[in-house]
Every structure is written in C-alpha cells, then in structure tokens.
C-alpha cells in the first residue's frame, strides 16, 4: 500500500463546476500538506500550503485536512477551462523531511 | 525575479553517456532537491541538500550523482550506471512549503 493515495482520474467537469480532489495517507505523523498543480510539460506549482488540520481559502480554492481521517482535500469553485491541469497532493512530517506525493489526479474543464 | 531555473529544457543523451543538469535558485534557501517524474508513478526523490557541501541520497539515487558547492547551485549527473534514465526530472528549494523549476526533460538515444 502506498503511503499517498490520490485517484488519477481524468476527472471531467464543466466550467462553473465545484471540484473536489481528494488524497488519502496512511502516515499519522504527517504535518505538513500542500497542493500543487502542474501543467503539462511543466514544473509543479504550490497552489495551498496547510499545517495539521483545518481548512485554508485562497480565493477560488480551498484546502481541508483532516487528520482523524487522514483526508485531505482540494476544492476549486468556478472552474475555468485555465485550471485543465494535474493536481498533485504532497505531505511532509516537517523539520526537513521529504516530502511524499500523490501521483496526481488530471483535471480537465470543459466549456 | 526570485526562483528555480533548470537547464537545459530538453536534453538528449546516447547510451553509457554521463550528463549533467543544472539548477539554479536565487530564494536564499539552504534545501535543495531532486526528483525524477515518470508517468503513473508521481514524484521520487533522488538526492537533497540540506546545507552547503553536504547532501543525502533520496529513494532513487543509485545511478546519480550531486554536488553542492554553493548554496544556489545543486547539479544532477545522470551516469551510465542509471538503467532507465529517460525521465522528467524536477528541482525543488525550500524545506517543507517546495517550489519548483521548470524541469529538464532527458531523452536516451
């Protein structure tokens, strides 16, 4: 079993959609989650940087953690055609250790 | 700007060649990473750096080599040692909230 699991998808939506993405971990000592979102070809992108449980917005998205679960979840609202990209999870128990990512889950918005 | 720069964008090598990546960044930040992406399989770690002239292998390191000279520089040599060379491979600064460069993707001919 992985320690990230994040379904790859392709996740189609149309545009205006709410999208939910999700990733599940098996490592309780994990602290530090981010979201990042990487375009094809590209270098990923931190899209939301999170400490332990709680939600945090910025401005369309809107990342939740919840570490009783060990679930965390990414939620874009007014989806445009501009965010048709790979979503990736990434967590870290903190204090210099590496981070463990998802294998991403590729989104595309439709018109 | 501040950021990760990564060349070349594109690089092509012929088998039992050695090549090197570069990485730049201009954060002032002591870590510095690598990793390798290949389809399905999301991001492994090669090697990182956590402070000048010293570093750590990652989950993938065999076949790879690093150096870390000075705190904006951390290259990547890909040798002929590594099996499946032919990868997007990612450099990241910073310790837990990473940015990333560009990416150099490698070829084997």
């Known amino acids: 079993q992985k320690e990230v699991e994040q379904d790859p998808g392709p996740l189609s939506v149309p545009e205006g959609a709410i999208v939910s993405l999700n990733c599940t971990y098996s490592?309780?000592?994990?602290?530090?989650f981010m979201w990042y979102r990487q375009y094809s070809r590209k270098g990923p992108e931190l899209l939301m940087y999170?400490?332990?449980?709680g939600n945090k917005e910025d401005g369309r998205f809107t990342a939740q953690v919840d570490k009783s679960s060990k679930y965390i979840s990414l939620f874009i609202r007014d989806s445009q055609p501009s965010d048709s990209a790979t979503y990736l999870c990434?967590?870290?128990?903190?204090?210099?250790?590496?981070?463990?990512f998802g294998t991403g889950t590729q989104l595309k918005v439709e018109l | 700007d501040g950021g990760i720069t990564q060349s070349p964008k594109y690089l092509f090598r012929k088998e039992g060649q050695n090549v090197t990546l570069s990485c730049e960044q201009n954060l002032n930040h002591d870590a510095m990473y690598w990793y390798r992406q290949d389809p399905g399989q999301g991001l492994r770690l090669i090697y990182y750096s956590q402070i000048v002239n010293d570093f750590q292998k990652g989950d993938i390191a065999e076949g790879y080599s690093v150096s870390r000279e000075k705190k904006e520089s951390f290259p990547l040599t890909v040798t002929s040692a590594q099996k499946n060379p032919t990868a997007f491979y990612l450099c990241?600064?910073?310790?837990?909230?990473?940015?990333f460069g560009p990416g150099t993707r490698l070829t084997v001919l």
């Open positions: 490592n309780s000592a994990f602290q530090y």
């Open positions: 990241a600064s910073n310790i837990n909230e990473q940015f």
């Open positions: 999170t400490y332990s449980s």
């Open positions: 990434a967590m870290s128990m903190g204090g210099g250790n590496k981070l463990t």
